[in-house]
């Protein structure tokens, strides 16, 4: 018994990794995560540093009487907000991607029917490993590169509101934010390159999808 279940996960393993349809420059898509994730942060920090200043490091400040500081962050979400403009083609796909899988099987593909079976015959312990590995891990790693993309951003807003008169700890904590973000979305590329594959797998051997 339990080397067939051990079996059947293997096979539902080697059918996703065949489906994979090209291999993911890893390095590159962090540095795209994170320019994302980063500018998404500016735009959030941005917006609560104009309305409620207090929620950074200086309690009392008036954003909006601080001089040069207002137009400064004005600008940056100006700037991030072109960006956003210019990309919102991308962006739409991206989230049509990821609606995809839950909305209908992706059993266009060859592998689908196959990762599918061997997926079934295994037991539910290993049914959560291949959820856990395949399917919310890589979405687990995606959030965390966010919230330390975001964690950067807050500690530019900040030095920004603050006239950049901070201290070299909060220049460590940003640059270790950077750093864990794009480690994060590095460890999210491998598993993305078969996500919707193993999203569309993950729910026709659980809820299914409505005939």
């Known amino acids: 018994m339990v080397i067939a279940a051990r079996r059947a996960y293997s096979d539902a ?3 996703m990794r065949s489906a994979r349809v090209a291999k993911i420059a890893k390095w590159g898509f962090a ?3 994170f320019v994302s994730a980063f500018v998404a942060g500016l ?3 941005g917006l609560i540093g104009l309305v409620a200043p207090a929620n950074f490091g200086a309690p009392g400040t008036d954003t909006f009487g ?3 500081p207002l137009p400064a962050l004005i600008g940056v979400l100006v700037a991030a907000a072109f960006y956003v403009f210019t990309k919102r083609t991308g962006v739409r ?3 049509d991607r990821l609606r995809e899988p839950w909305l209908r099987p992706l059993n266009e593909h060859e592998a689908f ?3 599918a079976n061997a997926l079934a015959a295994c037991p539910d312990l290993l049914k959560n490993r291949f ?3 395949w399917v919310w891990g890589p979405i687990g790693w995606l959030i965390l590169g966010t919230m330390f993309a975001f964690s950067a951003a807050y500690f530019l807003i900040d030095a920004l509101l603050a006239r950049f008169g901070i201290g070299w700890q909060q220049a460590i904590y940003a640059g270790t ?3 864990l973000s794009f480690v994060a979305f590095r460890m999210a590329a491998k598993k993305l390159a078969t996500w919707r594959f193993a999203a569309s797998v993950y729910k026709e051997f659980t809820s299914g999808y409505p005939e």
């Open 93 to 95: 796909k991206i989230l």
């Open 31 to 33: 540095r795209r995560a």
């Open 13 to 15: 393993t080697s059918w």
């Open 131 to 133: 959820a856990v590995t």
């Open 66 to 68: 601080s001089g040069w």
């Open 177 to 179: 934010s950077v750093l």
């Open 43 to 45: 735009i959030v920090m």
């Open 113 to 115: 029917e196959g990762a």
